[in-house]
């Protein structure tokens, strides 16, 4: 990350340069987004503890997790349909961590396929898998991830009943009032980030049906 940027200007880039629908879909959460808002504030009240004058020769921030060693004691999140805000998302980050040498988690609301990421992912690894009654599709998912050389599966539990996303709705990416047509022409109006992203990295198409089917199966929980 560029030390001369924050967080906000990458939010700035981020709104500047994708489709409306995909931005609100990155940004926003769940109905009046007050647990989003409370997870911001939290986070802002982290105050890190300042030392000086102390030897800072030898530092040493690794820590083990999962019986590996990793440079950093953080770790990439999932991130749903990395894949479609930057050409094969998904992948890009998986090689960013094995870079830094910090676990990346895939998401189960991916865009690249858990076997493409694993190529790039090293040992770190890991997959985020939703509990759904559709226990075929779990099944299918974990086996999947065991066949990558997934080194951890990192369960969400907290979904008994999916958030209703009011932005989704509102920019046309989820419900089907015009949605498609909606997507199509905030799409042209970024010709950049299509280009980029959906003609030279994969099927748009695809990854929102792919979200749409998973998030049927959420629906069911």
């Not at 940027?5 to 109905?31: I, M, N, Q």
Request: proline fraction near 3%; hydrophobic fraction near 40%; include cysteine.
């Amino acid at each position: 990350m560029n030390s001369t940027a924050s967080v906000g200007d990458y939010r700035a880039l981020a709104k500047a340069r994708l489709p409306h629908f995909l931005f609100e879909y990155l940004d926003g959460g769940s109905y009046d987004e007050v647990t989003l808002g409370r997870n911001v504030a939290d986070l802002q009240e982290v105050a890190l503890k300042q030392r000086v004058l102390r030897d800072v020769s030898a530092i040493d921030l690794s820590t083990e997790l999962f019986g590996q060693r990793w440079e950093m004691p953080v770790g990439l999140g999932p991130v749903g349909l990395s894949g479609l805000y930057a050409r094969r998302g998904e992948v890009q980050a998986a090689r960013a961590a094995a870079t830094a040498q910090v676990p990346f988690t895939l998401s189960t609301l991916s865009a690249c396929s858990i076997a493409e990421v694993a190529r790039d992912a090293g040992a770190g690894f890991w997959f985020q898998l939703y509990i759904v009654k559709d226990r075929g599709f779990v099944a299918d998912m974990i086996a999947r991830a065991k066949e990558a050389g997934c080194g951890a599966i990192l369960l969400t539990v907290d979904l008994a009943v999916p958030g209703s996303r009011y932005r989704d709705y509102r920019s046309g990416l989820s419900g089907s009032d015009g949605g498609s047509r909606r997507r199509l022409w905030q799409s042209l109006c970024r010709p950049r980030w299509a280009w980029v992203s959906v003609f030279a990295g994969g099927p748009i198409r695809s990854a929102i049906s792919s979200r749409s089917r998973a998030r049927t199966r959420l629906s069911r929980t």
